[in-house]
């Protein structure tokens, strides 16, 4: 079966940022996964083919969490923090991903 073709300007929009966190290092460090902050509407696929394309590594596999946006105060007023989906995208081995852009 062989990858379906997305457009390049849609790849680039796909990843909004890498997470940076103790757990996001301790799952970096213990599964050879990446975390990054992505589109809510992004597919699994549409992910694998962003970081291939943007950081030139190959990808095993991507898994997703929906993370629903807390409930907080902003001055006197009730408000939510945006939801998020985040992505963790384990390499193959042998492969690293360092965020200046090249692959190891």
């Known amino acids: 079966m062989s990858a379906p073709k997305f457009a390049e300007g849609r790849l680039a929009q796909v990843l909004l940022a890498p997470i940076v966190s103790e757990k996001a290092t301790q799952v970096a460090e213990k599964h050879n996964q990446v975390l990054f902050k992505v589109l809510r509407d992004a597919t699994k696929l549409e992910i694998k083919a962003a970081v291939e394309l943007m950081f030139k590594v190959e990808v095993e596999s991507v ?42």
């Open 63 to 104: 898994n997703v969490v929906q993370v629903k946006g807390k409930t907080k105060r902003f001055g006197g007023r009730a408000g939510r923090r945006d939801h998020v989906k985040k992505a963790y995208v384990a390499l193959k081995a042998g492969q690293e991903l360092n965020f200046s852009g090249e692959a190891a």
